[in-house]
């Protein structure tokens, strides 16, 4: 193997033995069915002035000094293609997807690996070695590191795992489609924070609406704000009626309020409606941390109705942990688990199995206490009532622990509630 740094600088002779400058750069070339770039030429640059050579044309790329097969007059330069990469041009130092590790990474140098008679860029390497390397430190360091026992990480990422952060002419991003659409949100939010702000309002727009509204719940409310601030307003409802209503409620806390009105006004109806009671509640209350969409049932509903039930509309709901039953007038009377619904006998009434001793919170109650309860009990989520204990909402985990503890601890919890 060999590294890009290693190479850039070495002179570059043709079969009379002639210096004909100096290597500035590598083209490689994806190819369809492989997920490595082979090398396919060599930028050579002499007094201010460069030109292609075909890979065919070298005798070896790693000696000392890179000889040709051909003197100079006899080369055929090579012509960059479309999709042909300039290694140092257009990936070194520059920020790459780590689409495995999830995050946004500057290249201090690249890899390339011998394969029969081709090299190929086998990894990126993203490391302190890497830079160590470009500054001929790496030998010093790694054996200053051997004596002291010390192990120095490495920050190699295969070329597979990458993805390239090119920009057209005006410099926008030409967001990579096909691996990122396999991310999940959270991971997709992650490199979304890593970018700027222009880059990342570019990348957003590539994005469909379901999964752009799944990235940005999984920000900070103040972060979703300026991402959305440069999107039509069109653009920003459909999104606001794709998250969960807290969500929603949440962001547009966070605009201009003539610009909530005029995007309250472009969503359906149902969904304005849903974030303006949330809107109405203190921002750290239950009823402004709550979510609308739980699944309620009637008592006296079977076991296998209420099954079908779920079946039919429980897809709506944050999460279907617990059911919880409301009589007629929405008055909250009892809560069963998923778990229990699925072992009760199929004959068996709700009222039978529900548990009618439940713990709930009320709208105002503030965002610590419905911490305290949730803790407390151990829940996934609370039922949130008003003071005729009719079933207004729910808050999940998450929710209540949102502003409790810190936002890089709340990422390591498990999301149990999806």
Known sequence: MVFLSELIGRPVIDFDSNNIGKVSDLIARPLSQFPHPVVEAVVVQEKGETFAVPYSALAALTSAAVPLRQRKDEIQPYTPGDQDIFLVRDVLDKQIIDTEGARVVRVNDLELLRVGDTFLVSNVDAGGLGILRRIGMSKRAQDIASRLHIRIPKGYISWED??????????????????????????????????????????????????????????????????????????????LEEMDPDEAADLLAELPKDRSKELLALMEKDDAEDVLRLLAYPEDSAGGIMTTEYVC?????????????????????????????????????????????????????????????????????????????????????????DEEDRLQGIVTSDDALDKIIPTAWKKRLPRFYR
């Open 297 to 385: 049932v009637r008592p006296d509903l079977t076991a296998d109705q209420a099954i079908q039930f779920l079946r039919e509309t429980g897809n709506e709901a944050e999460t279907i942990f617990y059911v919880y039953v409301t009589d007629e007038e929405n008055h909250l009377v009892g809560v069963f688990s998923l778990s229990t619904l699925i072992f009760a006998d199929p004959n068996a009434q709700v009222s039978d199995f529900m548990i009618k001793r439940m713990v709930s919170v009320y709208l105002l109650d503030d965002q610590d206490q419905v911490a305290q309860v949730i803790s407390k009990y151990n829940l996934l989520a609370v039922p949130v009532v």
């Open 162 to 239: 990458i993805e390239l952060l090119r920009y057209d002419q005006s410099m926008r991003l030409k967001v990579p489609r096909e691996k990122i659409a396999d991310l999940h949100p959270a991971d997709i939010a992650e490199i979304i924070v890593d970018l700027n702000r222009l880059e990342s309002g570019q990348f957003l727009e590539a994005l469909d609406v379901d999964r752009l509204a799944d990235t940005l719940e999984e920000v900070e409310p103040d972060l979703q704000a300026s991402l959305v601030e440069n999107m039509p307003d069109e653009k920003v409802a459909d999104v």
